[in-house]
């Protein structure tokens, strides 16, 4: 159940178990003025606190469940990891961002203060967290971890980022937010502004990636033609080439311009630009074990001793 009024303050309202190790949270947010579920999966060994992977989903985030999870295997791939994984419900079309006004359609965006002021102390208290974090995110969520990660670069140790798109800022950056935006009947200018307004800067990354040195970097995308998930004759795949296809190919340019721009900075980053595959989750499935080491490594020095 959500809480339909605005909470005093933060606080884990109830949790209901999938499983053992899999759980829906439900958590008082003053910031989004409800109460919010995230997912939580949990490792087999709790016995020591651990860091926590935190994972955003793409435009289409359901109100009941998450594309990593449902589509990602992301529960079948962490579960023999040590780490706590946070993976949020909801939210399309919002950025996983602070929007400056209430939308008439998508609601109170405030989620980048629930997600970096609120949760994480509560996640950390409640299942074990040792405040060393790394956020990954695909599509809309790629550049909004990305964004968080900018703005919040002490809160993260390492981020990975699938086929998004990184400047916000610039003309076709905000275009294509926008249209992302509008396509859920949304009002961008509720989350940033008018074009003019400074606040679409202030969350490009590309102009800001300073911010993103000394944290560890994973980014990939593909190329946009067919791959070996887009055969067959389901509507599916006929759906990733005729609609992924060019998505993924604006999103290789979009990663590739950042890849440039951090190696220009002599910022260090893995980057996988794959030779084919569409904007599609099978692709994506196997970008979490491909970024996996590269997120590891960086939260390795986060652990703690016995609780």
């Not at 405040?131 to 981020?159: C, D, K």
């Not at 004759?233 to 590739?256: H, R, W, Y």
């Amino acid at each position: 159940m959500v809480r339909p009024v605005a909470p005093e303050e933060v606080s884990i309202d109830h949790i209901e178990e999938i499983s053992d190790r899999w759980l829906r949270v439900f958590v008082n947010s003053p910031a989004m003025a409800r109460t919010v579920q995230v997912q939580v999966l949990l490792p087999e060994d709790r016995g020591m606190p651990r860091p926590t992977v935190y994972l955003l989903d793409g435009r289409a985030a359901s109100a009941d469940g998450n594309s990593w999870l449902n589509q990602g295997n992301a529960a079948e791939f962490f579960a023999d990891k040590d780490v706590n994984v946070v993976a949020t419900v909801g939210g399309p079309a919002g950025y996983y961002t602070d929007w400056q006004h209430p939308d008439p359609v998508l609601g109170n965006n405030k989620w980048e203060t629930f997600l970096t002021k609120e949760l994480p102390p509560l996640i950390d208290a409640e299942f074990g967290g040792n405040g060393h974090n790394a956020i990954e995110g695909v599509s809309m969520g790629a550049e909004a971890a990305t964004m968080l990660v900018m703005r919040n670069p002490g809160l993260y140790q390492a981020v990975a980022a699938h086929s998004g798109c990184y400047a916000m800022g610039s003309e076709f950056g905000q275009a294509q937010a926008r249209a992302v935006v509008q396509t859920y009947g949304g009002n961008p200018d509720n989350m940033f502004g008018d074009q003019d307004d400074p606040d679409w800067a202030a969350h490009d990354v590309l102009m800001n990636a300073e911010a993103l040195r000394g944290k560890a970097i994973y980014l990939s995308a593909g190329s946009g033609l067919p791959g070996v998930f887009d055969s067959g004759a389901t509507v599916d795949a006929l759906n990733a080439v005729v609609f992924g296809g060019p998505l993924e190919a604006g999103a290789n340019l979009c990663t590739m311009v950042l890849a440039d721009r951090l190696s220009r900075m002599q910022i260090p980053a893995t980057v996988d630009m794959r030779p084919s595959g569409t904007h599609s989750w099978p692709y994506w499935a196997d970008d979490l074990a491909r970024a996996w080491p590269t997120l590891a490594q960086a939260l390795e020095g986060g652990r703690d001793q016995p609780r």
